[in-house]
């Protein structure tokens, strides 16, 4: 039992990060790794790659919780997610692939640009 | 847009947030809501709700993909997830309570101000804490 335990137990950093970028997920939107990245790199000591893959696997059982909770407010609009997914998931192939052989500071700056610019474009409009 | 315009831009569009999902390590949501909003003409609530369901497949799609070629580890991930669905069930209901206009300009803001520091990080090349 107390391996059981042992094996489920997080450092509580995990634990701070996890609700953080659910918080950020839930209120905006995303995924919630433009947060739990960062934490987990610069805070917990995690290599990028590591931290994106922790990132990207957390966000499953997070966009779940924020669906249900979006979807008893009736703000999902299942068609359109249904029609950007199915692209979505042959993109995500081709992304992962990369992934696993990219240079991580050439990772940190493709991402960091491409964030700044949908910033100000959603700025712009605002 | 309309009617058949409409899904074949999605899906065109899903593609590439799927590329920035796999590659970054994120839903692809940074992508997608603007696109939701900006392109498809979504609410802000309606976009980030949406984006969400298109996270969804999208992480579970690169998280296999990761699996197979041995990155990182997805039971820590999964679990690390759990404790982060209760923080987002938090933030969607603080969404749903904001208005629109005020939820994109705090979108806008956040990943601007993480953008910049990321970029500014692998310009520089300061090392990762564990080094590679």
Known sequence: ?126 | MNGPTLYVSLVAFGVLVGVASGLLGVGGGTLAVPFLTLAVGLSQHAAEATSLLVILPTAIAGSLALRRRGVGDLGLALRFGVVGAVGSVLGALLALALPGSTLRIVFAVFIGLVGLRLARDGIRGEPDSLGS
């Open chain 1, 1 to 126: 039992m107390c391996f059981a335990v042992r094996t489920f137990a997080l450092d509580p950093k995990l634990i701070a990060i996890g609700v953080a970028g659910g918080l950020l997920s839930g209120l905006l939107g995303v995924g919630g790794g433009v947060v739990m990245v960062p934490a987990l790199v610069l805070w917990a000591g995690y290599g990028q790659r590591n931290a994106h893959a922790i990132s990207l696997g957390a966000i499953i059982p997070i966009s779940i919780a924020g669906i249900a909770t979006y979807g008893v407010a009736g703000e999902v609009r299942y068609w359109d997610a249904l029609a950007l997914a199915a692209g979505a998931i042959v993109g995500a192939q081709i992304g992962a692939g990369v992934l696993a052989r990219i240079d991580e500071r050439l990772l940190k700056v493709v991402f960091g640009t491409f964030l700044v610019g949908v910033a100000a474009l959603l700025g712009a409009k605002a």
